[in-house]
């Protein structure tokens, strides 16, 4: 089973994560005139950081007309809907910028069920692509953003579920959720969302801390199997950091001299 260690960077809190997270992105969109490719996650961590990117500096410094907007995964539920990673991303950031509508290209949820979902949007892929197999050296994405669930799974690759070993197509439905909302998804694959310069996965909370700690530790768990075909980083807020073995624990007061 492939394995990748990915680099680790720790922030002081969710505000510091989503300004590094925007000035890593907008590091990888260079103002070059070539065609740019960002895949957005779900969740309620990358929300602040949408929020950021629809605001100056970064409103302004995105190459917008270049960059074309994907999920890497979504509940099978009417945009508008509450629940919709896309809708939660198109009200917080691509409704707020100059992003050609031909950019933008949610997974479409008004189709007869997931797997009508999934091959649509394996569809569109390829065509963006312009191949229906990956080119070595050549990534799909410039950055694929990624989110750490509280049973470790990550985009809507569940722990225990086929899709994990899917190699071949590129996106799939998912029936079942794991977990709430108990809605069925469409989720890329991870060999799809492994074609990226970057993969960014985005991590606040105590909550998280240690689902984190075991992912880290290379447990058998999704987010455990990610892997980038460029840069895999794992950016993580304080709260969220696993705890440093190395640092010796705090003496309790009682104990101090002086
Ligand atoms: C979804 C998401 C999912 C998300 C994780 C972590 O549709 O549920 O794409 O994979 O990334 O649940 O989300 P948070 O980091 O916001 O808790």
Redesign the pocket.
């Known amino acids: 089973m492939r394995r990748q260690r990915g680099d680790v960077i720790v922030v002081t809190d969710p505000d510091a994560l989503a300004q590094t997270a925007a000035e890593r992105i907008l590091a990888r969109l260079p103002r070059s005139g070539s065609r740019l490719a960002v895949c957005l996650?779900?969740?309620?961590?990358?929300?602040r950081l949408y929020a950021l990117l629809a605001t100056e500096p970064y409103r302004d410094a995105l190459p917008w007309d270049h960059i074309h907007w994907f999920?890497?995964?979504?509940?099978f539920v009417p945009h508008n809907d509450p629940l919709s990673?896309f809708g939660i991303a198109r009200r917080l950031l691509l409704d707020h910028v100059p992003a050609p509508s031909g950019n933008i290209h949610p997974i479409i949820t008004n189709v007869e069920d997931v797997d009508d979902a999934a091959r649509l949007y394996e569809a569109e892929l390829h065509r963006l692509y312009g191949a229906e197999q990956f080119i070595p050296g050549r990534p799909l994405f410039d950055v694929v953003l990624?989110?750490?669930?509280?049973d470790g799974?990550?985009?809507?690759?569940f722990p225990g579920h086929a899709e994990l070993d899917e190699k071949t197509r590129w996106v799939v439905g998912v029936p079942e959720?794991a977990l709430e909302?108990f809605v069925p998804?469409v989720?890329l694959t991870f060999p799809a969302l492994a074609s990226t310069r970057e993969m960014l996965f985005?991590?606040?909370?105590p909550?998280?801390r240690e689902i984190l700690t075991r992912v880290l530790e290379g447990a058998d768990l999704p987010a455990a199997r990610a892997y980038s075909e460029g840069q895999l980083v794992w950016l993580v807020d304080r709260d969220a950091a696993p705890e440093r073995r190395d640092e010796p624990a705090p003496r309790p007061l009682a104990s101090r001299g002086g």
């Open positions: 996650t779900g969740g309620p961590t990358p929300q999920v890497g995964d979504d509940r990673n990624m989110g750490l669930g509280a799974h990550t985009a809507s690759l959720a909302p998804r989720t985005l991590v606040s909370g909550s998280k």
